[in-house]
């Protein structure tokens, strides 16, 4: 969409027009302007997207590690001047169409982004979200709910222990429970010395407690004013509106003032420094193998915008793949099992830095892995990079650019982290998006072959600011840090007088009533059922016949990317081989194939392509979803004018991999396991819902075994066998890869803009043509029995929170009450459990979900400091349910947050493979329209009716999985009426 006006040096509604030009590569044109009276900035992306996304961020440098930019982020969404309610935030989350809304605290900024495709429901938000960061109540008890307070055990009772409570605190627990997200703490903490990047800006569980709520309003008062905010759009929606109501709603009411929010460069190193850092580990497990260590350097400010693009090139030079020297020397050293967390070159911060290094290693390892690292960038400043491999990363780097992704986090969110740091701390927004310009003048500098051996020496080997980082386990920090915290409550505890001691309880009591008292929302604006698009947006699709196959074909503004996507049916592999299948898909992109090894893919596949993947997907049928797929999927994606090379590798990759190198399969195993354990702590609930599952239905319990508790255990197995049985496994593989290949050849899709179709069809003939003739319609998977009975079930790990999860088994999609069921789920989370588990409870988050598909519907909990009563709030929020104890507003709300889901916009690669999948999933238009039908359809009486009878008569057929600490689940199972069987993960 371009703009009509905006030149530069107009002003309108109050900006000022600094900057507007045409961003080719990605369809935009940037508009920068001022706010003249308060010296807000403002950056505004146009395009043809419909999913419009605002943002209003602030430098917000903390001097300490209280959590206070964290804390503050939570609260101001806790009700403000125009919205004077309990929660604002979640409540419009269940009054919206958006397509995300969220807010995040950085190590030196926080943002609040939102999007729609809505334009009334922009407005809502927008206007939700001006006066929630400019004009937030604050209020004591938000604090004390989200931040941290002193509650008694019992909480009426004086004579109880004292414990903290609050969102935050128990947040930060869980995170830095995670040694992948301790390292880059304890990183920022040895590498910045004397900035802001020193603290945790999430806060220290020991530090947030010494938070007064009189500092979070100071810290408020500091920086939230618009003299220190930058305000960022991007989509379809005409600019001048948004200004027009930026200007009325809150800017109007401020004037400028200077505020202290600059970070300075860090202060330089004279030489390099050696940091031993704990983090806690059960004193059940054994801690062998379960250190990391990362060698880091401060490299140069963030202002240098072509310095910081070559660093990011040098960077996939040494770290990229498996053939950069310094990612091979360290993984093949066996000095440790993967890369370390947080490997590469890091530019969000003012002053940027390179870190590389291994985890999975042991302590006495730390100084060789150092001199590893040294070594092997002395060997690269002395031989510099072959012309092919610098190629190849520039093509990396091009790629990243030019691709519109959007799926996980909305698009327009990746663009704004990739300009805001450099707008943040050197006034410069459009430089992050001029990667073309930047990339032609980095190949004239790249023309001198000594410009990346300098770089080497003057920024990483001559430069003595250098941190070498030990990540270690103790086996006893938990204990300590816990006999250390009750020590300190103790202590708070006799110091207590009866008075303070009834005012905890009074103000205790007075938290509660106000977390239980019935809202009038009237204030807060809301859409209905009426704003809903009565049918999804159609994804066409063509069909080209080759004597080999056919392709189904998706026109999408891919931006000159084509995506290729193959499915490949296991359904008839004996049972042995369906269980190799996850870690054959997982091999198969690492290693070698054809004629090349995997040093050799490595290169091909980062020289002419956007990357290749593998993996494994369940498809259950519509209309029973114990029937159901099971299949190898394996993706690809290319600049279009390299497309020949993307399918010679996908053909060599499928048909000819190549299992012999038993070095190899050990590295990406023990990369795989690497990747598994660290990905608990922060998906600890998906981990129990999955496992619960597993004993409720046979595709459950096969998508458990690929992608669950199940696999990890398999591949620890696998890591620690002996070298016969690795020969023994690679020769099941090969055996594997043999049988797949004799198949009916995968179907496959094809994505990309509409001119680059036409131009496919021969190379996509000659690809066929190396496969097997693709079966015709191939009968959906027969139905499979399951007669497991319903886990109660405790998995034992190295967290000081639990994650538990109670799963129901439900109906399948085309069913008339799945409609129900999931608006079910979306009342169960906005109606009860996020403020039983969460506001009253102290966890991160309650939650609920309902698989349409498997035909199961979950109650979570995440971060959570509860097991116990986490459970009987389940059956308590069943009970409500059942007792229609809500309005019919509630159920419009979920219904809406129902389609919010349903119709999130996916990027245009995914929009062709998704709508592929519902094809072989007989997930027809017309079922997803009767579904649509039907939720839209469902009223309190549905919801009331489906809840008994799935969930509270359906009680003793649900299965129930914790993940927490071993102590935490004795305790649980001393309380419980049916103990958890305990199992280590």
């Known amino acids: 969409m371009q703009e009509p006006r905006f030149h530069p040096g107009e002003t309108i509604s109050g900006f000022l027009v600094h900057e507007n030009e045409t961003i080719a590569t990605l369809n935009l044109q940037l508009i920068r302007l001022e706010h003249q009276q308060t010296g ?72 609040y982004p939102f999007a729609s495709q809505n334009r009334t429901d922009f407005d809502n938000l927008l206007g939700i979200y001006l006066d929630a960061v400019f004009f937030p109540l604050l209020r004591e008890q938000d604090f004390l709910q989200e931040g941290h307070r002193l509650e008694f055990a019992e909480r009426d009772n004086p004579s109880s222990k004292l414990t903290i409570q609050g969102v935050v605190y128990n947040e930060m627990k869980g995170a830095m429970a995670s040694p992948s997200s301790l390292l880059s703490r304890r990183l920022a903490r040895a590498l910045y010395p004397t900035t802001t990047y020193h603290h945790n800006s999430g806060g220290e569980p020991s530090e947030i407690p010494k938070l007064s709520w009189q500092q979070l309003r100071e ?74 260590v990362q060698v880091a350097w401060l490299t140069s400010d963030i202002e240098d915008h072509e310095l910081r693009l070559a660093q990011n090139l040098l960077s996939v030079l040494l770290l990229g793949n498996p053939a950069a020297p310094l990612y091979r020397a360290l993984l093949e050293s066996r000095l440790g099992s993967n890369l370390a967390p947080g490997c590469g070159y890091h530019d969000d911060n003012r002053t940027t830095y390179f870190a590389a290094g291994l985890q999975g290693t042991d302590p006495e390892r730390a100084g060789q892995i150092e001199q590893l690292v040294l070594q092997t960038l002395e060997q690269a400043a002395a031989t510099g990079f072959e012309p092919e491999r610098v190629e190849g990363a520039l093509h990396r780097l091009e790629f990243a650019n030019r691709e519109v992704s959007g799926d996980s986090y909305p698009y327009p969110l990746g663009l704004l982290m990739r300009l805001f740091g450099p707008w943040l701390h050197a006034d410069e927004a459009a430089a992050p998006l001029r990667i073309d310009l930047h990339l032609q003048q980095l190949r004239k500098r790249l023309r001198d072959p000594a410009y990346l051996p300098k770089m080497i020496r003057r920024l990483l080997l001559d430069n003595p600011h250098r941190v070498r980082l030990l990540l270690r386990p103790d086996q006893t920090l938990e204990a300590r840090e816990n006999e250390r915290l009750e020590k300190e409550l103790q202590a708070v505890r006799e110091q207590l007088g009866s008075q303070q001691a009834r005012a905890l309880i009074k103000r205790s009591a007075e938290l509660r009533a106000m977390q239980e008292a019935e809202e009038d929302l009237s204030c807060l604006p809301t859409l209905g059922r009426a704003d809903i698009p009565p049918s999804e947006p159609v994804v066409k699709s063509g069909h080209t016949i080759f004597d080999h196959g056919t392709i189904t074909r998706f026109a999408q503004p891919t931006n000159g990317i084509c995506y290729l996507v193959g499915h490949l049916r296991a359904d008839r592999l004996p049972p042995a081989q369906c269980a190799e299948l996850p870690l054959f898909a997982a091999l198969l992109p690492q290693i070698g194939a054809g004629k090349r090894d995997y040093l050799q893919m490595a290169a091909a596949t980062e020289r002419y392509t956007g990357g290749i993947q593998a993996g494994t997907e369940i498809l259950e049928q519509p209309t029973a979803a114990a029937c159901f797929q099971s299949t190898l999927v394996i993706k690809g994606k290319v600049l279009t004018r390299h497309r020949d090379h993307l399918l010679e590798l996908l053909g060599d990759t499928l048909l000819a991999p190549d299992f012999s190198d038993l070095e190899r399969l050990q590295t990406v195993l023990s ?101 097997p003739a693709t079966a015709g319609n191939i009968p959906p998977g027969e139905e499979q029995s399951h007669d497991s009975a319903p886990l109660h079930c405790g998995l034992t790990t190295s967290v000081p929170v639990a994650y538990v999860a109670r799963v129901f088994p439900t109906v399948s999609y085309n069913h008339p009450d799945a409609a129900p069921l999931m608006v079910l789920a979306k009342l169960l989370r906005a109606g009860y459990l996020h403020r039983e588990i969460r506001e009253k409870g102290g966890a991160y988050g309650g939650l ?107 009680r003793e057929k649900s299965a129930v999985t914790v993940v927490a600490g071993r102590e935490m689940i004795d305790k649980a199972n001393r309380e419980l009426e049916t103990p958890l069987a305990v199992e280590a993960i």
């Not at 395009?47 to 209280?66: H, I, Q």
């Not at 809150?250 to 390099?272: I, N």
């Not at 608990?680 to 597993?694: D, E, K, L, N, Q």
């Not at 999130?904 to 995914?910: D, N």
Request: aromatic letters at 10%.
């Open 671 to 771: 990369q795989f396991r690497s990747s598994l354990e660290n990905s608990i702590p922060g998906s600890g609930h998906s981990y129990a819902a999955r496992y619960a599952a597993a004993s409720l239905s046979p595709a459950a319990r096969r998508r458990e075994e690929w992608s669950g508790i199940s696999l990890l255990r398999r591949i620890r197995t696998l890591t620690t066998d002996s070298r016969e049985n690795l020969e023994d496994f690679a020769q099941r593989l090969d055996a594997l890869a043999k049988t797949l290949a004799g198949e009916a050849g995968p179907a496959w899709a094809v994505t990309a803009d509409e001119a680059d179709l036409k131009t496919l069809d021969k190379s996509l003939e000659i690809f066929l043509q190396r496969f």
């Open 40 to 111: 807000a900035r403002y950056l505004h992306l146009a395009t043809e997207d419909p999913n419009n996304l605002f943002a209003v961020g602030f430098r917000t440098p903390p001097k300490d590690s209280t959590g206070v930019a964290h804390i503050l982020e939570h609260t101001v969404l806790c009700g403000s001047r125009r919205y004077p309610v309990r929660d604002p935030f979640f409540s419009m989350l269940k009054r919206s169409l958006n397509t995300f809304m969220n807010a995040m605290t950085a190590s030196d900024w926080t943002c």
């Open 219 to 292: 810290f408020h008062a500091a920086y939230y004013h618009p003299s220190n905010s930058w305000l960022f759009s991007y989509g379809n929606f005409p600019l001048v509106e948004h200004l027009e109501k930026v200007e009325e709603l809150a800017l109007r009411h401020f004037t400028r003032r200077p505020v202290a929010s600059e970070v300075p460069s860090e202060q330089r190193l004279d030489q390099p420094r050696v940091v031993e850092e704990p983090y806690a580990l059960a004193a059940d497990e054994n801690p062998q193998g379960k250190s990391m």
């Open 848 to 954: 609920a979900g309902c698989d349409v598909e498997g035909g199961t519907l979950s109650l979570l909990s995440y971060r959570d400091p509860h097991i116990v009563r986490t459970l009987g709030v389940f059956d308590a929020a069943t009970h409500w349910a059942a007792a229609a104890d809500f309005d019919d507003s509630a159920v419009d709300e979920a219904v809406l947050s129902v389609f919010s889901d349903l119709d999130r916009p996916l990027s245009p690669g995914s929009r062709g493979s998704r709508e592929f999948a519902n094809q072989l999933q007989g997930l027809t238009p017309e079922l997803r329209q009767q579904f649509r039908e039907r939720v839209l359809a469902v009223r309190a009486a549905d919801l009331a009716r489906v809840a008994e009878a799935y969930l509270v008569a359906n």
